[in-house]
């Protein structure tokens, strides 16, 4: 019963920016949600979440330049990217746990080229 929705991805020039949404329905609390992305031939890799207490964590590739952040009453979370580097091109996943089990989006694809 739960959805993950992702969306705003796009094409960026480097240094631009992007910010990324993810709606869930259900009962899920933004406090299991994050972010995560796949390059083609690489595994998936976390690049942003929120913790225990509601503290955040990220990727040491995309600390200083991306932001994560939520809207409870939503019930959805962003992620703010800014200083887009080519290296950052990937499909962005969101994620979110409920009741023991993870789900996630169909996720977006991120761009950066010139």
């Known amino acids: 019963q739960v959805q993950l929705v992702d969306s705003g991805g796009g094409l960026v020039q480097p240094g631009g920016s992007l910010r990324l949404s993810c709606a869930a329905s259900g009962s899920v609390d933004i406090n299991t949600m994050g972010w995560y992305r796949q390059a083609p031939g690489k595994e998936r890799e976390l690049v942003a979440r929120f913790t225990r207490a509601g503290s955040t964590n990220y990727a040491d590739s995309v600390k200083g330049r991306f932001t994560i952040a939520g809207d409870r009453s939503k019930n959805t979370v962003y992620l703010q990217m800014n200083s887009l580097k080519p290296e950052d091109t990937a499909v962005y996943y969101c994620?979110?746990?409920?009741?023991?089990?993870?789900?996630w989006g169909r996720g977006t694809q991120v761009t950066v080229t010139s």
């Open positions: 994620r979110a746990t409920y009741l023991a089990r993870d789900y």
